[in-house]
């Protein structure tokens, strides 16, 4: 079973030493930082076996982005008679005999049930009562990610996606977006971002935005001839903590289940995505799985 084998092992069993430290070791550092050796071998395959037919890949772009995403699903809702509410901060989620308690903003308000997306670290902090005990996972590591964005007058490369193993390159990818949009619905510019997925409590996620901005101008100009900084209208930085949970080997038994325990708290997270990649299709699919176990056991 590979969930219960090191990733590392079964690589460098497969590919040899050699190929293994050249490549795969600084492929798998460039993902998980530190935690590289509790990778399971599971994840690797099922990663490889998403492009085995061979076919050209296909990319697409959801025209207005996620924001558009999400203002159509809200106006979905709200046609359907639902409520959505922002700048509502969740203060204490509890459960008792006559439903499941959410401090909202400072109000008290009781559900038949609660779906959470909030990373399981975070659900542990506002969890109260028995349900704080019966949160799945509670210390589990996640990467975060520092992007930084480029907008050029030029294109940059052929390509939308390559990564980078060179050592001296202080991110592991480059992706040009304009490969998938048209640079004229942003006035004939260009989109390029590099990105450096790190624990959020480390040297790399904490550096100032002028230092990422310079690595980021500096380390394109190094792998690419033909990228000019005059060209360069803009450099923008980007963080997040809580990119993907660190994967463990043995994972599977510790996944978690859309239901905590025998409440009626639900979970829809990153944590329950393995071996799939964490993608918004893997995203889809676990709020179908958690909606569903919700319809199921309210009947």
Known sequence: DLDDVQAGEWLRRIFGRSVFERIWLPLLRAKFGDHVDTVPAYWVWNTLNREKNGEQEVKGYLRGGYCGLAERLRDGIVARGGEVRLESPVGAVEENAKGVHVDVAGRDEKFDAVISTLQLPLLKRVAQGALADAVPLPDLQYQGVVNAVVVSRQQLERFYWTIVVDPQFPFQGVVETTHVIPSEWIGGRHLVYVMNYCDA??????????????????????????????????????????????????????????????SRVYVSTTAQAYPRVTAWNTSVGLARETVDALTGDLG
């Open 201 to 262: 409590g480390s040297e790399p996620y904490l550096r100032p935005d002028d230092v990422v901005k310079r690595q980021a101008l500096d380390g394109l100009s190094a792998i690419y001839p033909n990228f000019r900084t005059a060209d360069v209208e803009g450099v923008y930085v980007f963080r997040a903590p809580y990119v993907e949970p660190v994967w463990s080997v043995g994972y599977l038994r510790k996944r978690p289940k859309p239901r905590i325990a025998q």
